[in-house]
């Protein structure tokens, strides 16, 4: 069994169609038009390989090749295809097609394992648009409610309960908790760890959790020239003190894969000469520790009061999510090791910095994961790259671990 690079350089190719800024990367935010139209021509390709396509009340897509035990429960593989804003063709999508290519082999050698594999499409795994990540794999693990969905808005103010409703989902069946025998995902790695020892295929032993926090300072709008530097309660410059004391506290931790990050930032009113009154910004945190991730939380919080209070400013902190690590199930590394082996394939364990949807997957089944290389590590950024040859080799290990998961 061998993977058909072209296959999955063509599908990865015409998806990208279904993104708002060609020629500057792909932007395709979970729940949009562009979204709905990607999600549309994934259920074709599950169609083409003749799978059982089903949906969920958050939008969720499970593209079924089904086992010859119905009671058995099923193998899940897949990702998202949601993007954050100019990124990468790859980030989740490489997951997808990857999934779809592995169940597209085993039929074509005739092979009909016990379990149904079940390829799915993870609704908004990108915490890009509505400050919460994963919301479809995180209905699945049975963390999220009704009432989060009506506080998680994006920054039109609308709700995603409302998006939800608007497009016909039907709300009034939240999706189940999943009940899966394993979960196995592919994903682009988003570091160079993989490049820099030249392997094809990385086993990911643990993945790290984000913290997400919105920090609210409110400080006194004022005269950008009539207010003497003495007298001045800026905002941002409050903000960007703290977020200065996240970077300082985020570099001089002693937890290896420990990292802080600011990404967004609303500064009201908004104009060059007026002292802003209120900062609004996002705070992430991740970490392969749950307690080195919280006692930096905690650090910051000191920290932040300090700030406030020398500043003459309130600085207000709301926790979005707080996420533990997980430990990918050992049993599944094995599995990819050995068929790895078998297949000639180098491999390597790694450590995954970025989050998936294996993270909130792994608290309703053993999850495990696959990396693939990608160019100088960069992603979530247009100049996302990975080489189709790498993909297939990835593709060959997922199919091949697929097969003895479902028929365990
Ligand atoms: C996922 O895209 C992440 O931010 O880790
Ligand atoms: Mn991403
Ligand atoms: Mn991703």
Redesign the pocket.
Known sequence: MRADAEELEKWLTEIDQFNVTPGAGTTRAVYTEEFFEARNYVKGVMQSLGLTVREDSVGNLFGEYQGTDADEEPIWTGSHIDT?PNGGRY?GLAGVFAGLEAVKMLKAEGIRPKRTISVNVYAG???SRFGI?CIGSRALAGRITEEDLKESRDSSGKSIFQILEENGFDLGHFPEKGKVHASLELHIE?NTVLEENEIPVGVVTGICA?TNLTCTVRGVQSHAGGTSMKNRRDAFMAAAEISLALEELARTSTSEYITGTVGQMKLMPGAANVIPGQAEFSIDI?SISGEDKNRLVGDLKSRIDGIAQRRGVEAVLTLLNNDMPYVCDPHIRGILHSEAEKAGIPVMDLIS????DSLMLGDITDAGMIFIPCKNGIS?DRAEAISMKDLARGTDVLAAALLVLANE
């Not at 910095?353 to 998936?356: M, W």
């Open positions: 954050v980030d795994e990108e915490m990540c988003q984000p991740r910095g970025p989050y998936h979530h």
